[in-house]
């Protein structure tokens, strides 16, 4: 097979992103992503799990959240952190999850750009939903839940970013209520980091 044709189809952000991200030892990185906002509280969605609860996680969970994507140490971390993790529960298992901050300053896992989170938002990130219960409303529910945890933290909105290319993602934010707010690029060549937001946006 030619090399090339498993890029047949795809536009140039996405060609250049892949070939730069395949730098040895990962010299240069490059991330392009979409800031989704949702102002005011999450809307419930019409279709729901009816047998499924929603509630705030601790590090009781673990094992729950490991049954879904084994990332111990990365949850481990998140928890003595204090960062904060809302999740889905039916038959007395963890079917879905998020993961949500309320600091000033986080540093995005895997390619460690920083994420200035406003004083009014919630930033909300690392979502998760069993095979078996996608398409039902299981991430909407999480994101309800999350209402308690923007009273508590007193914010008024919830701000998300998406890989450029994950469709799927983005129109399950827009579906929930969440509007596109500006799209980013973030370049790292051997530690010198840059992020910018874009003076155009990005149209398919």
Request: hydrophobic share 40%; aromatic share 12%.
């Given at each position: 097979m030619n090399p090339l044709e498993k890029f047949r189809g795809k536009d140039t952000v996405?060609?250049?992103?892949?070939?730069?991200?395949?730098?040895?030892?990962?010299?240069?990185?490059?991330a392009y992503f979409q800031r989704f906002e949702l102002n005011g509280?999450?809307?419930?969605?019409?279709?729901?799990?009816?047998?499924?609860?929603t509630r705030p996680a601790d590090a009781r969970d673990l094992e729950g959240l490991v049954r879904c994507l084994d990332k111990r140490s990365t949850y481990e971390r998140r928890f003595e952190a204090g960062e904060h993790c809302v999740v889905a529960i039916a038959d007395e298992?963890?079917?879905?999850?998020?993961?949500?901050?309320?600091?000033?300053?986080?540093?995005e896992e895997r390619y460690h750009y920083p994420i200035t989170i406003p004083g009014?938002?919630?930033?909300?990130?690392?979502?998760?939903?069993?095979?078996?219960?996608?398409?039902r409303g299981v991430w909407s529910q999480i994101l309800v839940a999350a209402t308690e945890l923007m009273r508590n933290e007193r914010r008024s909105r919830l701000i998300s970013h998406i890989d450029y290319g994950n469709e799927t993602s983005m129109v399950a934010h827009t579906k929930v209520g969440f509007r596109p707010a500006?799209?980013?690029?973030?370049?790292?060549?051997?530690?010198?980091?840059?992020?910018?937001?874009?003076?155009?946006?990005?149209?398919s």
């Amino acid at each position: 097979m030619n090399p090339l044709e498993k890029f047949r189809g795809k536009d140039t952000v996405s060609i250049v992103r892949a070939a730069l991200n395949r730098t040895p030892f990962h010299l240069i990185r490059v991330a392009y992503f979409q800031r989704f906002e949702l102002n005011g509280y999450p809307r419930a969605a019409q279709r729901q799990v009816e047998s499924m609860s929603t509630r705030p996680a601790d590090a009781r969970d673990l094992e729950g959240l490991v049954r879904c994507l084994d990332k111990r140490s990365t949850y481990e971390r998140r928890f003595e952190a204090g960062e904060h993790c809302v999740v889905a529960i039916a038959d007395e298992a963890v079917v879905g999850y998020e993961w949500f901050s309320a600091k000033g300053l986080l540093f995005e896992e895997r390619y460690h750009y920083p994420i200035t989170i406003p004083g009014d938002a919630l930033y909300a990130y690392d979502a998760f939903t069993s095979e078996a219960f996608r398409g039902r409303g299981v991430w909407s529910q999480i994101l309800v839940a999350a209402t308690e945890l923007m009273r508590n933290e007193r914010r008024s909105r919830l701000i998300s970013h998406i890989d450029y290319g994950n469709e799927t993602s983005m129109v399950a934010h827009t579906k929930v209520g969440f509007r596109p707010a500006g799209w980013y690029l973030f370049v790292n060549v051997c530690g010198l980091r840059v992020l910018k937001r874009l003076r155009s946006v990005h149209r398919s």
